[in-house]
């Protein structure tokens, strides 16, 4: 029997699930419903299944909906999809301040359903060499130097209004945030120095995150440094060992002073593949399957939420901040 699955914003990374979804034969795309319905018609002429009338015939026809409407939406939205007893898989980022998330997380954990994050690069190629590598104990993290630039707040629109994104950090660098804690456990607190450079946001961060582990990583992250090659980029160090990220593209290492290096290239691959946005989709429908549990649950979302939220007060403040120490508003 296939999963009836809706796609709630028809936009640009609606469109990137819908084609990933069309391809899996457990799934029927049902339904499309977007508050500006010609975007809807064109996913559904695309890739089958109809557009939704209303969110209430989505959701009544539907098993599990794929959440793609702008950031400031996801709680109202994945709410509404959890009232409604379905699956969910809810792009990030999760929430954009620790309340919101605490509503979402608890909501999540009663409604007893599958809750997805959107947190894709977890399932890139290069990050999951770089977690199998942790993992197996061929590399050992003692220290970690990372960034994640965008080259501009300009496309799409409204990315420079953080009204709208919930501030420069749940932008593009939110998937930094998951990634950090995703290869190197808890954090136990940071420090940060942040700067604006325009819009009066605070766009150019310099942070210093020491894990429960007592490994140290620091990460720069600047809104506006061109699209120059690789804007993002991972450097983990171990014990005579460095592994080295280059975009989702490749990843070298290095094992001991007198090896040689390795380099896995993804850069023939499609960017669906390379970005882990296949993985993600195969692994969501997995566990509508019940052959495994969702990859990046609620828990977790909360956990970007919270370590961003710890971010900006250390930022604000000039403080080394714990993260657990946020008072939720
Ligand atoms: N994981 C990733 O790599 C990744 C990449 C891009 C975007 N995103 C996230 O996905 C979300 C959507 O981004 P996008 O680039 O596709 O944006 P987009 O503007 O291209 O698409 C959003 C769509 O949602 C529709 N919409 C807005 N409010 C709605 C509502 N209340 N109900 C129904 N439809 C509504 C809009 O009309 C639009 O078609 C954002 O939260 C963004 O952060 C994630």
Redesign the pocket.
Known sequence: MSHKIGI?????????HAAILARDQRVKLQRF????TA??QTLASRFGGQVAPS?EVLLHECDAVF?????T??E??ATRVLEAGKHVFC???FALNLESATRLRDRALSAGVIYQV????RFAPVYKILSQAIGAGELEPLSVHAKMNRGELVN?S?VWDARL?GGFL??TP??MFDLMTYFFGRVEWVEVAARAHLNRELDDFSILLCFQSGLQATMKTYAHASWHFPFERFEVYGMHSTYETFEMERISFTKGLNSRTTTYDFSLSTMHEK?G?IEEDRLFVDALDGKSPSPVTAEDGYNVVELIETCYQSARQGIRVPTGALVRK
């Open positions: 709630i914003g028809a936009g640009g990374v609606g469109s990137i419903f977007d508050s500006e975007r809807a969110l959440v793609c409407t702008p950031n939406t996801h109202e939205v792009e990030k980022p959107g947190h894709n690069r799409p409204w994104t749940y932008e939110v998937h970005w946005y």
